[in-house]
């Protein structure tokens, strides 16, 4: 009898231990060669499963010669024009033994394309495909703005993919339903819960006129769902028993799935990279084993895959090493722990039921009130306008001491982290990249058959304008050659163009407590001025994470600024502008793609250019020391980091760099 055995029987479990979840790495960056090399190195070191991260410009449709691609290009994952690029992703890697997560929403139906052509250039068998296309459009508006058209006709793409995978790819899943994001914009448990499932229920009705009853169920089954996972394990985990009910009600009383199995909640993790510190970062390894226990401990809502982010996340991207280390943690639960030997640890547990209940009865109640607004889509503008709203509380609640963060408003003294080495901790990319990429995309564009792809751009926009399914036209497009941005082009022809709203408000609320000394700066500075003091907050480039920046407009906004902040998605051409129609006594930038040198100095260089020197510029965002100091050197006046977290301090710095007098700006 070996150890194991033995351990199991003085333990009184001599059951058979469950397969371990898949173990994977959200990866992917600089070119579809270096991602790939990165892919089979994680692969040949034990991770069982492939988890892309593509660049924004891919993300959002664009192709990476785009003026809006400028500084993004391979920054947040790996760029995807065209077949010859996702060919060159998945080299030596045989798709129909992988199981592939593709973080992709707004082109899911072109990225899944290019997979199924490249797939069939390999000689796989389609229908044995194995993997998810996260395709959730609806979180987008939300909280990471990579959308590309507006909901309605975005709800149709989910559909349009998750019609064609039933049919032609039944073993993938079509869509991951995404909450991970809504906790990223401040959720609390119950909006997840509840902005998640009306989701869901979004796409669910879009589908079931799509399919013959007896097959809905079916189709069901294959919906998935990507969630997050805080440091609030205990509540996390009773969150997550609390998807497993509610999913299983909403398919049970309103589908009338009968059969059990289409009812499972099946997901997928990656734990929170909110709660990650840039101070004191060696203290993430911690933050992150614990938020993996709350998807892993309970049998019942187990994981079925999990990645997770790495210790330096806060600081940059993550060095190969970095990522093998938390896939090493992973393995360490799965492997050496005594974990899957046993049945669900939490059944009966007093405590964790009365916790599930009242979550489950909070999200009812939430449910309840999106369906009196017409569902999710018709909502986006109340559930944004919310997220915003608990994510300024949350950062009340931190600021405050209510909340504490070691090493952030507690325990701060230190010694310096030997982990930080010479590169910095963190892995850059070359901006060398950005023109390489772009010359391969030339010569493909050169040597393609030009009169096939307008052909299958013809087809693709015609299909998208009669309301068929654009699967099939897709995939004609993407072996003929077209691109990414040109596939995008199309759907923004036929759809048009969309500006998501904000979540925040131009009218000061009444929630001013603790501001007063702030808001009677303001009125003074703006007696100084002769009209209110006005900020422009803004977002260039592709960035859609813009929470910070919501809440710098928010708080300002409560402090008696005069506030613009339009969204996501401008041009340095486009602030500047904004920046000289409106007078703007101050210019504050949030990036936070890691584009922060070529944005910022492109809009310096429009300043000069506009006679706009004396309005200082502020930026924010993931920010290395050694960027800091060039951004200072090209004129930047404040340079702000996440352990800049007091946001009064910020209000404090616009203010004084608003006074009419150059010299109280120093």
Same mark, same amino acid.
């Given at each position: 009898?070996?150890?194991?055995?033995?351990?199991?029987?003085?333990?009184?479990?001599?059951?058979?231990?469950?397969?371990?979840?898949?173990?994977?790495?959200?990866?992917?960056?600089?070119?579809?060669? &270096?991602?790939?090399?990165?892919?089979?190195?994680?692969?040949?070191?034990?991770?069982?499963?492939?988890?892309?991260?593509?660049?924004?410009?891919?993300?959002?449709?664009?192709?990476?010669?785009?003026?809006?691609?400028?500084?993004?290009?391979?920054?947040?994952?790996?760029?995807?024009?065209?077949?010859?690029?996702?060919?060159?992703?998945?080299?030596?890697?045989?798709?129909?033994?992988?199981?592939?997560?593709?973080?992709?929403?707004?082109?899911?139906?072109?990225?899944?394309?290019?997979?199924?052509?490249?797939?069939?250039?390999?000689?796989?068998?389609?229908?044995?495909?194995?993997?998810?296309?996260?395709?959730?459009?609806?979180?987008?508006?939300?909280?990471?703005?990579?959308?590309?058209?507006?909901?309605?006709?975005?709800?149709?793409?989910?559909?349009?993919? *998750?019609?064609?995978?039933?049919?032609?790819?039944?073993?993938?899943?079509?869509?991951?339903?995404?909450?991970?994001?809504?906790?990223? =914009?401040?959720?609390?448990?119950?909006?997840?819960?509840?902005?998640? $499932?009306?989701?869901?229920?979004?796409?669910? #009705?879009?589908?079931?006129?799509?399919?013959? &009853?007896?097959?809905?169920?079916?189709?069901?089954?294959?919906?998935?769902?990507?969630?997050?996972?805080?440091? @609030?394990?205990?509540?996390?985990?009773?969150?997550?028993?609390?998807?497993?009910?509610?999913?299983?009600?909403?398919?049970?009383?309103?589908?009338?799935?009968?059969?059990?199995?289409?009812?499972?909640?099946?997901?997928?993790?990656?734990?929170?990279?909110?709660?990650?510190?840039?101070?004191?970062?060696?203290?993430?390894?911690?933050?992150?084993?614990?938020?993996?226990?709350?998807?892993?401990?309970?049998?019942?809502?187990?994981?079925?895959?999990?990645? $997770?982010?790495?210790?330096?996340?806060?600081?940059?991207?993550? @060095?190969?090493?970095?990522?093998?280390?938390?896939?090493?943690?992973?393995?360490?639960? %799965?492997?050496?722990?005594?974990?899957?030997?046993?049945?669900?640890?939490?059944?009966?547990?007093?405590?964790?039921?009365?916790?599930?209940?009242?979550?489950?009865?909070?999200?009812?109640?939430?449910?309840?009130?999106?369906?009196?607004?017409?569902?999710?889509?018709?909502?986006?503008?109340?559930?944004?306008?919310?997220?915003?709203?608990?994510?300024?509380?949350?950062?009340?609640?931190?600021?405050?001491?209510?909340?504490?963060?070691?090493?952030?408003?507690?325990?701060?003294?230190?010694?310096?982290?030997?982990?930080?080495?010479?590169?910095?901790?963190?892995?850059?990319? #070359?901006?060398?990249?950005?023109?390489?990429?772009?010359?391969?995309?030339?010569?493909?564009?050169?040597?393609?058959?030009?009169?096939?792809?307008?052909?299958?751009? %013809?087809?693709? @926009?015609?299909?998208?304008?009669?309301?068929?399914?654009?699967?099939?036209?897709?995939?004609?497009? =993407?072996?003929?050659? =077209?691109?990414?941005?040109?596939?995008?082009? !199309?759907?923004? %022809?036929?759809?048009?163009?969309?500006?998501?709203?904000?979540?925040?408000?131009?009218?000061?609320?009444?929630?001013?407590?603790?501001?007063?000394?702030?808001?009677?700066?303001?009125?003074?500075?703006?007696?100084?001025?002769?009209?209110?003091?006005?900020?422009?907050?803004?977002?260039?480039?592709? #960035?859609?994470?813009?929470?910070?920046?919501? !809440?710098?407009?928010?708080?300002?906004?409560?402090?008696?600024?005069?506030?613009?902040? #339009?969204?996501? @998605?401008?041009?340095?051409?486009? $602030?500047?502008?904004?920046?000289?129609? !409106?007078?703007?006594?101050?210019?504050?930038?949030?990036?936070?793609?890691?584009?922060?040198?070529?944005?910022?100095?492109?809009?310096?260089?429009?300043?000069?250019?506009?006679?706009?020197?004396?309005?200082?510029?502020?930026?924010?965002?993931?920010?290395?020391?050694?960027?800091?100091?060039?951004?200072?050197?090209?004129?930047?006046?404040?340079?702000?980091?996440?352990?800049?977290?007091?946001?009064?301090?910020?209000?404090?710095?616009?203010?004084?760099?608003?006074?009419?007098? *150059?010299?109280?700006?120093?």
């Amino acid at each position: 009898m070996s150890q194991a055995q033995k351990d199991r029987q003085e333990s009184g479990s001599d059951r058979q231990a469950d397969r371990p979840w898949l173990i994977r790495t959200y990866a992917g960056h600089s070119t579809a060669a &270096a991602s790939n090399a990165l892919y089979r190195s994680n692969l040949a070191k034990g991770q069982t499963g492939l988890s892309v991260a593509f660049d924004l410009p891919t993300q959002t449709g664009y192709d990476s010669d785009h003026v809006l691609s400028r500084g993004e290009v391979g920054k947040v994952g790996v760029p995807v024009c065209h077949l010859g690029d996702m060919r060159a992703l998945f080299k030596d890697i045989p798709l129909e033994q992988m199981n592939t997560s593709m973080t992709i929403n707004a082109t899911a139906p072109w990225l899944l394309a290019l997979y199924i052509a490249v797939a069939e250039e390999q000689g796989a068998d389609v229908s044995a495909l194995q993997g998810t296309v996260q395709n959730d459009l609806i979180k987008e508006y939300l909280s990471r703005g990579t959308y590309v058209c507006p909901p309605a006709p975005s709800l149709k793409m989910i559909g349009d993919v *998750a019609e064609y995978c039933y049919t032609h790819v039944p073993k993938w899943n079509p869509m991951n339903v995404c909450s991970y994001h809504l906790q990223e =914009a401040g959720a609390t448990p119950e909006q997840e819960l509840a902005f998640a $499932l009306a989701t869901a229920v979004a796409v669910l #009705d879009e589908l079931k006129p799509r399919v013959p &009853a007896e097959d809905f169920p079916a189709l069901c089954g294959r919906i998935s769902f990507f969630v997050n996972a805080g440091i @609030r394990f205990v509540t996390e985990m009773c969150k997550m028993r609390a998807f497993v009910d509610l999913w299983d009600e909403i398919l049970l009383e309103r589908y009338g799935v009968t059969d059990a199995k289409f009812r499972r909640f099946r997901y997928g993790v990656q734990v929170n990279s909110l709660g990650l510190t840039e101070q004191q970062p060696e203290n993430n390894v911690y933050r992150i084993l614990i938020e993996m226990l709350a998807v892993t401990l309970s049998k019942k809502a187990r994981a079925r895959a999990v990645q $997770l982010p790495a210790w330096n996340e806060a600081l940059g991207l993550p @060095r190969p090493w970095d990522q093998q280390w938390s896939m090493r943690m992973q393995q360490i639960m %799965a492997f050496e722990t005594d974990l899957l030997e046993y049945d669900d640890l939490f059944d009966g547990n007093p405590a964790v039921d009365a916790k599930v209940e009242a979550l489950k009865t909070g999200t009812r109640q939430e449910l309840a009130g999106l369906d009196g607004m017409g569902g999710a889509i018709k909502a986006i503008d109340y559930m944004k306008a919310q997220l915003v709203t608990s994510n300024a509380e949350r950062l009340g609640r931190i600021e405050a001491g209510e909340t504490v963060v070691v090493g952030v408003n507690k325990y701060t003294q230190t010694e310096p982290s030997p982990l930080m080495s010479a590169d910095g901790g963190i892995m850059t990319v #070359d901006p060398a990249t950005e023109a390489e990429q772009i010359s391969r995309l030339t010569e493909w564009r050169a040597a393609r058959d030009e009169a096939a792809v307008r052909s299958a751009l %013809a087809a693709l @926009r015609e299909a998208a304008a009669m309301g068929q399914n654009i699967m099939p036209a897709s995939i004609v497009a =993407a072996k003929a050659g =077209a691109t990414t941005g040109e596939w995008a082009a !199309q759907m923004r %022809a036929v759809h048009g163009e969309y500006r998501g709203p904000t979540g925040v408000s131009p009218s000061p609320s009444n929630k001013t407590e603790g501001l007063d000394d702030l808001r009677a700066a303001v009125d003074q500075v703006s007696d100084k001025l002769g009209r209110r003091l006005a900020f422009l907050i803004g977002k260039p480039g592709l #960035d859609g994470h813009s929470n910070g920046a919501e !809440q710098i407009a928010y708080r300002a906004r409560d402090c008696g600024m005069s506030i613009t902040y #339009d969204g996501i @998605r401008l041009t340095p051409e486009e $602030l500047v502008s904004a920046a000289q129609e !409106q007078g703007s006594h101050v210019v504050g930038l949030s990036i936070l793609s890691g584009s922060h040198i070529p944005l910022v100095e492109e809009l310096m260089q429009r300043m000069e250019a506009a006679g706009l020197t004396h309005i200082p510029v502020i930026v924010g965002g993931i920010i290395p020391d050694e960027d800091a100091k060039r951004l200072l050197a090209m004129g930047v006046a404040r340079v702000y980091t996440p352990k800049d977290f007091e946001l009064n301090t910020i209000m404090k710095d616009v203010i004084t760099l608003a006074e009419p007098k *150059a010299e109280a700006a120093e």
